[in-house]
């Protein structure tokens, strides 16, 4: 449980609803890196991409984070679907974006595309035989999902089937993707209530996943790309992700995502600290070349390349933000709890939790309940009263998990409204500080 004011620092607080203190914390710690996610975060989730929108007063307020401020997805900067568009949007244009350096700086892709706040973009480490596979997948896709809805004549009418495909494959153009949401409301309104159909959906998609994966292989490019659930049940004994086959009430799986090796976000953390220390010191500590695809790709590893590189007395203090934690709790056959923790997004602030103990910092992990969108694959948090004051009863996770190893320490359950006017209240702080 956790209250909504307390004198316990920030970072020792678990699901913290002392906004106040965290706009203060941000707009006065020098020494500060924001990683933070997208979808979810300062923009409503909606089934559509195309449909999504970015209030200009939050662009404008993360200049005011300039050098401190990166953004980390497993969407993309570019392409029809890509966050630019709507930056673009917000500003009147893309001349104006440009004029006032006013895109989002950071990595997308899960790590394997770069832009600077003018636009400018590359996609380090990636081949150019990995970009040349990877620009035919989304017609594999679309193929795919045609095939799927034509062995199930009159499940959909013809114009809702193009309309439902049309929405759901996500040209990316280093992360392509099938993303269901539109099909999932389509099939409900169709009569799939219990989910039997698009469970088959699911599953049918990632089949074609495991051919796309088979066809990189033959073309000698075995070791390039993965698969990425999202949102999932953590990773299986064999290290894949697992599918959330969801619930009557819950869409599950959602995001079927194929994306390069390597392109994991907790690796994009250490390729964003390695950027900032190069802004900030002059030096690249793990080289200037270093990419994503050149790291470890578990926690531990990840943690002794950072204290083999990293100057401790020029660690900045981090803030992770993100939208998506999960865990299930249940039984096994034996009668054993079985605990599957997963989320897009967990692993990256477990990397930010995990910085912080190892170099001294009060390091932040916040938490941006997105559950309030057209995307019925969040769990809400729960909210109740203690003492007479708001209080977190229970977060994102299964209330059962008592040992999850992330803590959340500030959450937002007001979702991308609540947060984007605190982080732009921290931002005129910031500025009115200096």
């Known amino acids: ?42 923009m409503e989730l909606v089934a559509d991409p195309l449909d999504r929108q970015i209030d200009l007063a939050y662009v404008q307020a993360t200049q005011a984070f300039a050098g401190h401020f990166y953004v980390l997805t497993n969407g993309e900067h570019t392409g029809t679907r890509g966050v630019n568009p709507l930056v673009e949007r917000a500003w009147g244009g893309h001349d104006q974006a440009k004029a006032h350096a006013g895109y989002l700086p950071g990595l ?40 799927f809805f034509q062995q199930r004549p009159g499940l959909l009418a013809a114009a809702a089937m193009q309309q439902g495909i049309e929405a759901s494959v996500l040209d990316n153009l ?80 959602t995001d079927f995502q194929f994306m390069v090796r390597g392109a994991i976000k907790e690796a ?12 900030h010191t002059g030096e690249f500590p793990l080289g200037e070349g270093f990419s994503v695809r050149q790291a470890p790709r578990s926690l531990p590893e990840l943690l002794a390349l950072a204290e083999a590189h ?21 039984l096994g056959t034996d009668g054993q709890p079985v605990v599957q923790r997963g989320g897009s997004d967990r692993l990256f602030l477990q ?28 769990k809400p948090l729960k909210i109740g009263q203690h003492n007479g004051l708001p209080s977190v009863l229970e977060g994102p996770g299964d209330p059962r998990d008592t040992t999850d190893p992330l803590r959340l320490n500030v959450v937002f359950p007001g979702g991308h409204r609540q947060y984007c006017a605190a982080f732009q209240s921290a931002a005129q702080q910031r500025v009115q500080s200096t």
């Open 1 to 42: 449980m956790a209250f909504s004011a307390t004198s316990v620092p920030l970072h020792q607080q678990v699901l913290s609803l002392d906004h106040r203190a965290w706009v203060q914390f941000l707009a006065t710690t020098p020494n500060v890196l924001i990683i933070q996610d997208l979808d979810g975060v300062c």
């Open 310 to 330: 990293f100057d401790p007395a020029r660690m900045p203090t981090l803030v992770g933000v993100g939208d998506t934690v999960t865990s299930r709790w249940s």
């Open 174 to 253: 280093a992360s392509p993707t099938v993303n269901l949401n539109t099909l999932h409301a389509q099939l409900q309104a169709a009569g799939d209530r219990d989910g039997a159909i698009y469970a088959d959906l699911q599953r049918a998609m990632a089949a074609l996943m495991t051919n796309l994966l088979d066809q990189a292989a033959q073309r000698g490019l075995g070791e390039s790309f993965f698969v990425h659930y999202a949102p999932n049940r953590g990773r299986g004994a064999d290290g894949q992700e697992v599918l959330d086959p969801g619930t009557e009430t819950e869409s599950g799986t």
């Open 108 to 147: 997308a892709a899960g790590g394997v595309q770069w832009q600077g706040r003018t636009g400018q973009g590359s996609h380090p480490g990636v081949s150019a035989a990995e970009l040349e596979f990877l620009a035919a997948v989304p017609g594999q896709m679309r193929a795919g999902l045609r095939a």
């Open 351 to 378: 990397l930010i939790q995990d910085l912080g103990k190892r170099f001294h910092r009060g390091n932040l992990v916040t938490y941006v309940d997105s559950s309030g969108g057209q995307v019925k694959n969040r």
């Open 268 to 279: 994009g953390v250490l390729a964003l600290l390695n950027r900032y220390y190069a802004q």
